[in-house]
């Protein structure tokens, strides 16, 4: 099978983005959501890289700089949220915060 | 006006005095020592009672006329005004004289049986309420006043029933007896609206002479008001098909199962219709009722007391028997007839219930005749006094008051121009059933071992109330001896002037003095079949009981021919099942379950507002991927 370099690259993104989903759903920990996250995104960019790369076009290279910017700004604001949460409720535990549950 | 004695201006006392010892009673009575408080309630009613001898000494020498005393004004609405007025008869005056005097009587004894109970003062408070609304319902001067006496007496039938209430099976009597007398009192209210609305007044006086002014005999109206009024009386008076209340009032004290479920009270009906004889006689189909009742209840009763065994109920269903047979003597318009045994029941079933009473504080509350026994020796004051009520009772021949009263509605079932020979042969069936089972009842508790020793004795304020109603019982006959035998039927004459005698008789074939006869021999059948059953072969009784359908009929006729059962079948489980599935608003279903809707509507959607972040996360990922599986399969 002969994906080429591109093609091998957006396989190892959609495996990336799949362990990242999982990462958010399984764990509990804050921080491991957050991290997880992170992998996602990176490996939406990833994506975005082979996709420019295989057209040979830069658009893919802009798209992945507005990614990171973007999840420059989520992990200051999610940092922000995990500390006040852990302030609240003392743990890092993201189903702690379901009070307003219903 | 002239020629009115003075003393009937204090009239009012007769029931003035009871009220107001009642109420005192009612509201202080528990400060007075029992000593005090026997004295102001038997005083009350000795006084009443005085008035009431004074007043008919006075009235004796007037020739039978009536008096109106008007007291006040009630009140007035869009020209209904009816007056608070008393009203003064030769019917009035027997029948105060009764009530008082049996009621003075009972109170003397209540003094002594009572005296071990709880609410000493409260017992003789609704007693002498009962009392003085008795009196108000005899000596009313119109239908509306004598409907408050009605309800006055049934209020106090009620709380006497009930009157040991922690017993709930007492408070249930009570109850029952109160709604079973409600249906009646509504057909006797109906009767009075249906009364003035015809005739525009409720004064008794008035109200007949209009009646018969306006309306022919048998008129449609007539007949309706006459069943109207014979409702409220066979609800007051324990006859077929209200009778199902008087066996459980029983429940009540002693004293109080004497002068209201047997001596007075329950012969309000009696009164009721021969107050208002003028208007039954326009209407024929409702005298026909009247005496067709009367048998009935006279021989269904005769043999469901022959099957109890509580020493109570069978005076209980007696009492209903006899009514039934005042109600046979109204029915075919022996008025002064029904009136005659009214009083000398009122005073030989009065004794037969306080030697009931004496018996059972002797046995310990024992009700059940089978476990007493040989009691002749031991109680013979009580044996006496149950031999001279009994044989007054079921009418021993020449020396008892029963035989005359009985013997001149017997006569006049026969030879009344309403009467029939049918109606005669059924009262002495009845007269038969009467005396075997007073004389079961007799021979059970005195006669025989003795089963058990009595423990309590009477003293004297029980002995005497006994022996003189015990006196009472064999002499009151002779004040109505029958002219047949060399008598001068003094209270038939003295009623004349309210109670007319019907005119022509039938033709018969058979004189008074042969029908009295015929009684006599009926009443010494009766004695020897239950004399042979009982004392003489017992063997036979065990024997006639061995076999399956007697035991049947005997259930049956302990169970008050299945009356109670019916009325549960028919009437009380409806009622009940209805008010259980009211309880839950089956109409209200439909507001109900558009908030039923919505709050499982809230609930099922709720469920997706967990508050877990990685559950939406679930979902947003999921919904993600069927739109990508659509994007790239669709």
């Known amino acids: 099978m002969s994906l080429g370099l591109p093609g091998w690259g957006l396989v190892l993104a959609a495996a990336l983005f799949a362990l990242g989903l999982a990462g958010v759903l399984a764990r509990r920990n804050l921080l491991m959501i957050l991290i997880s996250i992170e992998v996602m995104l990176n490996a939406a960019g990833l994506a975005f890289i082979a996709a420019g790369a295989a057209w040979n076009q830069a658009d893919g290279q802009v798209m992945f700089l507005f990614i990171l910017a973007v999840a420059a700004s989520e992990v200051a604001i999610g940092l922000a949220l995990a500390l006040r949460l852990h302030r609240e409720t003392n743990s890092l535990d993201a189903d702690a915060a379901s009070r307003m549950r219903g | ?634």
């Open chain 2, 1 to 634: 006006m002239t020629g009115v004695p003075a003393i009937f201006g204090w009239l009012w006392l007769e029931p003035a005095i009871p009220f107001a010892s009642a109420l005192a009673l009612l509201a202080v009575g528990r400060a007075l020592g029992k000593r005090a408080t026997a004295w102001l309630g038997t005083g009350a009613i000795a006084a009443s009672s005085a008035v009431a001898l004074r007043v008919a000494w006075s009235y004796a020498g007037t020739g039978g006329r009536g008096f109106t005393l008007p007291l006040w004004q009630w009140f007035a609405v869009a020209g209904f005004a009816p007056r608070v007025a008393l009203y003064l008869d030769p019917l009035a005056v027997v029948m105060t004289l009764v009530v008082s005097f049996v009621s003075l009587l009972i109170h003397v004894y209540s003094t002594e049986f009572m005296a071990g109970s709880e609410g000493y003062a409260r017992f003789f408070g609704y007693m002498n309420l009962f009392v003085a609304s008795m009196l108000t319902l005899t000596l009313a001067s119109n239908l509306l006043l004598l409907l408050l006496g009605w309800e006055g007496v049934g209020l106090c039938s009620y709380l006497l029933i009930g009157f040991w209430y922690p017993d709930e099976a007492n408070g249930y009597a009570g109850r029952k007896a109160f709604i079973v007398t409600r249906v009646g009192d509504t057909a006797l209210l109906l009767g009075l609206f249906l009364l003035f609305n015809r005739l525009g007044t409720l004064n008794l006086q008035l109200l007949m002479q209009r009646a018969a002014a306006h309306w022919a005999p048998g008129a449609a109206a007539a007949e309706t008001a006459a069943f109207l009024l014979l409702g409220g009386a066979v609800g007051k008076s324990a006859q077929l098909p209200l009778q199902t209340w008087l066996p459980d009032a029983m429940a009540g004290p002693t004293p109080t199962s004497a002068l209201i479920h047997a001596a007075t009270m329950v012969t309000a009906g009696v009164y009721l219709i021969a107050r208002t004889h003028a208007l039954f006689a326009l209407a024929p189909a409702a005298m026909s009722a009247v005496a067709g009742i009367g048998l009935a209840t006279l021989l269904l009763a005769g043999c469901s007391a022959l099957a109890q065994h509580d020493i109570k109920r069978i005076l209980a269903y007696s009492t209903i028997s006899q009514i039934g047979y005042m109600f046979l003597a109204l029915g075919v318009g022996a008025w002064a007839a029904a009136i005659f045994h009214l009083m000398t029941h009122a005073f030989f079933k009065a004794l037969l219930f306080l030697a009931a009473g004496v018996v059972i504080q002797a046995m310990h509350e024992e009700h059940d005749i089978f476990k007493m026994g040989g009691l002749r020796r031991t109680l013979p004051l009580a044996y006496w006094c149950f031999l001279f009520a009994g044989a007054s009772l079921a009418g021993l021949p020449l020396v008892t008051a029963g035989f005359y009263s009985k013997d001149l509605i017997l006569w006049s079932d026969y030879a009344s121009p309403l009467g029939s020979t049918g109606l005669w042969i059924g009262a002495l069936v009845g007269a038969f059933l009467t005396a075997l089972y007073i004389f079961r009842l007799i021979f059970v508790v005195f006669y025989g071992p003795e089963r058990e020793p009595p423990g309590h004795r009477p003293g004297p304020r029980e002995q005497w109330p006994m022996v003189i109603l015990a006196f009472l019982s064999m002499l009151a006959g002779f004040i109505d001896l029958p002219r047949a035998l060399g008598g001068g039927d003094w209270l038939s004459r003295f009623l004349q002037p309210v109670l007319p005698t019907l005119a022509a008789g039938r033709v018969t074939e058979l004189g008074e003095l042969a029908t009295d006869a015929i009684a006599g021999l009926v009443f010494f059948a009766g004695l020897y079949l239950i004399w042979l059953f009982r004392l003489q072969r017992p063997a036979l009784t065990a024997a006639l009981m061995a076999g399956a359908w007697p035991q049947r009929v005997q259930r049956f006729w302990l169970a008050g021919w299945g009356m109670d059962w019916l009325y549960e079948q028919a009437l009380v489980r409806p009622v009940v099942a209805a008010a259980r599935t009211g309880r839950n608003d089956p109409a209200d279903a439909i507001f109900a379950g558009a908030g039923a809707l919505t709050r499982g509507l809230n609930r099922g959607l709720s469920f997706w507002e967990s508050g877990r972040v990685r559950r939406y996360a679930g979902w947003i990922a999921v919904g993600a991927i069927v739109l990508a599986a659509l994007a790239v399969l669709g």
